[in-house]
Structure formats: structure tokens, C-alpha cells
């Protein structure tokens, strides 16, 4: 893809506005962050209690993430994003109020950076979503893009920004500032025309096997679990920089505010740079190149950060750094987006977002302690290394290839039984294949393959039986939740590659039987106790 096209959502005015106005609130977002850092730094001057509020901003989304996914994939997006900006813009609001009066306790910030990490759970999902209901399926790939790296550039460049006013203008303007990006992400929300969600059309199955369904997706797509995996090797031992860097830069470079936000707009810069770069390095590297570059990139850098002893050194390593982070979390949120198909996107997203953040979470309160043990130095040495050991592990891991296909569902010219749609009961489909003996080897790799596909768009239980009597005869048995799931497989979630490998399962028998809906029938128990 050549760099301008990479930029084409940019041209269409709804998607501009939208990804502008979020990028603001992201902006805000970790305004408040570093906001939160400083002032317990200033008050309280604990490692553990600084990375503790990027604990509390994250841990709500591996707590709400996922629900959050289910109801944006069945609501009215538009108007769940401008509900979570309402609720985000008077806590942010309210913080600052309280901080310029001096009533902000340690454990007041860190319940309001939870209750705001709560309203960007729910948004996350919708958001990821909403901006690929504005753009043509063509061009979806490129928003997922875009918007990933809106995020992302969000996340360097907020907190340098928040360092170069925190001097000025003190931490409860930080926080009157980020309610105001709120606002102001709202009113652009508000502008923009209703769109109808790709996800909503057709059937809705509204059983509990919508909330797992993203989950399901995911453990069946290796292309995900990998991309999840790779996630997570970099991101724990990363995450220190954003943890620490506050005390990193108090404690062991001895800065104030301003030297504080010094580095962050370098890392902010690197950031940018990389953002800039980004479309041109696809084309000449792969992205398992791209990620083991990046990781000795960053594993160098942190590493030096625990040996630099001025401004000047740390600004300057900080800024390969801001472009290998991007590189690493843009680039994987993108391929993750592009990859997933229009029915689960805004759940399986959420899997990812829980991963991501859980990560960050867990690592953040994993360095404060480990700090407080072996000193910041040594802690940035020793995330380093890890971090280089992790690369070098990836080696054995590489990316799966993410153009397996059009993800653009393909629905069956037929459906299942309509008028039995409405039954929440589980259904069980049963499939009879009549195999000859020379063939039997390649069926059975080729329906291990459809086993992944049946359970990748909702089967929850799958199994393959040989007649005894009539070893050439197979039967193929897959369970949904209910008439609505099963007819939005038919619907909307089969992709070309998912009938392709249904095809190939279908050309390998000598026979295939129509399929045999099953529908489960309840039976009471004071029947079966009469029957005693």
C-alpha cells in the first residue's frame, strides 16, 4: 500500500472530524495520567503509588471490556460514545474542582482514575467499531489503521504536552483540560450523521453466547492468538518506561516539571516520526521484522535510559524509542482490526483491548514493586534485557500471515427454518459425509480445518463420529446456543475463506447428507421422578 493511501480516510470529512476529535480526547486522557503521576509524586514521592494510577486506569478495561463489546456490537454506537463522553467529561471535571481546592487524597485520585478508566472501557469497543461503519469497506483497513494510530500517537504526545504545562499551569488545569477534550469529542460526535452498524443488520442472537463469542473467536484464530502473544512479550517489560519515567526523571536525573515534559514531548516526537514512517516501513519489511527491529530498538533504549545522567541523553534516546513503541502498538492493533471480519469486530476487539490493557495493569504494579526493591536504575536495566530476550524469543513465533481473504461475510443462498427462529433453545447440527477409504486422510485434515471454522463463528461444542457398522459413513455434530445464533452464522458470519474450507470438506466425500437441525426439547424432571 503506497503512503497516500494509507491516508485516504483522512479525505472523507465525517471520518477527519470523528478521528480528530478523539485524538483530542486521548490527548486528555493522558493529560490526566501524568496529571495523576506528578501530583502524588509531589505529594507522596512513591514509585509504587505513581505506577498504581496507570493501574487504575487499566484495570477497568480487563474488568468491563468485554460486555462493553457485546453492547456495541447490538447498540446504537453513535449515542453509546456520546453517553460515556457525557459521564467522562463532569468526573474529569468534577477531579479538577477538587485537586484546585486541595481535597485530593491519593485514594480519591486513584477511584477517580478508575471511574474514568471505567467510562473508556465502555467507549473502546463502539469507538473501534464506529470509525469503520464511516468508510467503505475498502478503506476499512486503512481507518483501522488510523485509528489505532490516533491512539496511539495520543498516548506519546498527551503526555508530553501535559509535561510542558504542568509547570505552568499546575495538575488541576490538566484535569480541566482533559474534561474539556470530552466536550469537545462529544459535540464532534453529536455533528456527525446516524450511521447504521454493519454489525446490527440482519438477525440478532441475543443469547449469552454473544458476551463469549469474541472470546471464541479468538482462541480459534491463530492469526489473533499470535498477535496477542507477541503483544504481551513486549508490552510487560515496555510498560516501564510509562510506569516510571516520572520518578525516573524526578529521582534519577534529578528534573522538575519542566525537565519532566522535556522528555515526554521527545518521546512524543519519536512517536510522531514513527507514525510518519510507519506506511513506507510496511512496504519493505515484514511485521515480524518490524517487531523484532523494534523490540531491540526499545530493549536498547531502556537500557541506556538506566545509564543516562542528564536531560540531553535521556531527551535524545527517548526519541528511537517514541518510533519503535508506535511501530509495535499501532502496528498490531491495526493488523488485528483489518484481519477481524464486521460481525465479532467490536467484541473480539475488546479481547484484545482486555489482553492490552490487562498488560499494562499488571505491569505497571509489577515495576512500582520491583523498584522499590532493586532501585529505578537497575529496574529500566532489567525490563530492558527482558525485553531484548523476549525479541530474540519471537524469532521462534513470527506473525501469521493476516490476507488469508475478504472478511466480508458471505451469507448461504438458504437459511435453516426461519420460522423457528425465535426458539432460545440450543439446536444441535448434524452433518453425514460418506468417505471412501483413499480419501479418508485428506477429510480428516480437511474437517479439522472446518472443525476451527464451525467453532470460530459460534459452535460451542463440535464432534466428528464413525458409524461402527459402516466405517465409510461420518457424522458431523456441532452445537449452537440457539435458532438466532445459528442463523446469523448463515447470515452474516461466514467469510469466503470459511466456505472455501467448507467446500473442501464437501469435494473430498463421495456423498454429503442435507444437514439435521436438532432442536433441544426440555424435559421436565417430575416426568422422568413418575417415571421411577
Known sequence: MSAAGAWAPLRRPVFRVVWIAAFIANVGTWMQTVGGQWLLLEQHSSSLLVSLVQSASSLPVLLLVIPAGVVADFLDRRRLLLAAQAVQAVLAGLLAVLTAAGHTSPE???????????????????????????????????????????????????????????????VP???????????????????????????????????????????????????VRRILLRLVMFAVPA??????????????????????????????????????????????????????????VYGAGLIALAFSRNLIEASIILLPVGVAWIAVIAGLNAATQAFLPDWVRARALSVYQMVLFATFAGSAAAWGVVTT??????????????????????????????????????????????????????????VRYHVSPEHLEDFLEAIENLRTSRLRIGATH???????????????????????????????????????????????????????????????????????
Open 373 to 430: 526493591w532493586i532501585g529505578l536504575g537497575t529496574t529500566f536495566a532489567v525490563a530492558g534485557l527482558l525485553l531484548l530476550a523476549t525479541t530474540v524469543a519471537g524469532l521462534w513465533l513470527p506473525l501469521h500471515r493476516t490476507d488469508i481473504g475478504d472478511r466480508t461475510a458471505v451469507p448461504y443462498d438458504t437459511s435453516p427454518a426461519k420460522e423457528s427462529a425465535g426458539s432460545d433453545d440450543p439446536l444441535e447440527i448434524v
Open 239 to 296: 510498560n516501564v518506561l510509562w510506569a516510571l519515567l516520572a520518578p525516573l526523571a524526578e529521582r534519577h536525573l534529578g528534573l522538575g516539571a519542566s525537565g519532566y515534559g522535556i522528555l515526554l514531548a521527545a518521546g512524543g516526537v519519536g512517536a510522531v516520526a514513527g507514525a510518519l514512517l510507519l506506511p513506507l516501513v510496511r512496504d519493505k519489511m515484514s511485521p515480524s521484522l518490524q517487531l523484532t527491529v523494534a523490540g531491540v
Open 462 to 532: 463440535w464432534a466428528l463420529l464413525r458409524d461402527a457398522a459402516d466405517p465409510a459413513l461420518l457424522t458431523e455434530r456441532y452445537r449452537v446456543a440457539s435458532w438466532a445464533d445459528h442463523l446469523d452464522q448463515h447470515e452474516r458470519r461466514l467469510t469466503p475463506f470459511d466456505r472455501q474450507v467448507e467446500q473442501r470438506v464437501d469435494d473430498l466425500a463421495d456423498a454429503v447428507e442435507p444437514a439435521r437441525h436438532l432442536v433441544f426439547v426440555p424435559v421436565p424432571h417430575r416426568v422422568a421422578a413418575a417415571r421411577e
Open 108 to 170: 480519591l485520585l486513584l477511584a477517580f482514575t478508575f471511574l474514568l478508566g471505567c467510562g473508556a472501557a465502555v467507549q473502546l469497543p463502539a469507538y473501534q467499531s464506529f470509525v469503520s461503519d464511516l468508510l467503505p469497506r475498502t478503506e476499512v483497513g486503512q481507518g483501522a489503521t488510523l485509528s489505532s494510530l490516533g491512539v496511539n500517537l495520543a498516548r506519546a504526545v498527551g503526555p508530553a504536552i501535559a509535561g510542558l504545562l504542568l509547570a505552568h499551569l499546575g
Open 173 to 223: 488545569w490538566l484535569f480541566a483540560l482533559n474534561a474539556l477534550s470530552f466536550v469537545l469529542f462529544g459535540a464532534a460526535l453529536a455533528a456527525t450523521p446516524s450511521q447504521r452498524s454493519k454489525a446490527t443488520s440482519g438477525v440478532r442472537a441475543t443469547s449469552w453466547s454473544t458476551l463469549e463469542a469474541g472470546g471464541r473467536y479468538v482462541t480459534y484464530a491463530p492469526v
